[in-house]
């Protein structure tokens, strides 16, 4: 795997190193001593998988709060996404500002989600689906999340918003 640091401290872009031949290519997604050796946590506790059959789907923004607090790493692997992570580490240098990455099918790419990053997506296809792995369990009453469109952090999403769950629609503005 390579790892490319990107804006936000902690979050990584990860692209596979495929080994290709006659058969197609064969590729690791997940090695405990990569991800330590890069300073990211390697505990992996649960997967989960979302499909949203329709574009323009949007779920998040959600993280945990401590001691709940998640990392996440996120791979598309039917369709594509503008996935989101949103820096809420009040100690952050980059505290309230996002990054959006395409994450697709067709390109492999990964996104490590530290703690303390709020994650969501909008899907740029229908029938897209979603691979997480965390670092914690579900824990219901940890769960936060934030606005898609809360003015504070002005993200600029590249599709029309046609599905949102209630949830994700009202949250309040960011205090």
Known sequence: MIFNKT??????????????DERGF????????????????PKLVQ?????????GTLR?????EPPFAEAK??????????DVVLDLRVQSPAFKQWLGVVLAAENRKMLYVPEGCAHGFITLEDESEV????????????????RWNDPA???AWPEKVNVI???DRTYPDFK
């Open 7 to 20: 804006k936000i401290g902690g979050v990584f872009e990860i692209h596979l190193e495929t080994k290709v």
């Open 47 to 55: 997967c989960s998988v979302s499909l949203s059959t329709r574009k």
């Open 165 to 167: 769950s209630d949830r």
């Open 73 to 82: 790493l996120v791979r598309c692997t039917r369709g594509s996404i503008y």
């Open 131 to 146: 691979l997480y792995q965390m670092s914690e369990f579900y824990h219901a009453e940890s769960t936060c999340g934030v």
């Open 60 to 64: 998040g923004l959600h993280y945990q």
């Open 26 to 41: 064969f590729a690791r997604t997940w090695c405990r001593e990569e991800f330590e050796r890069n300073g990211l946590n």
């Open 153 to 155: 952090f002005r993200i």
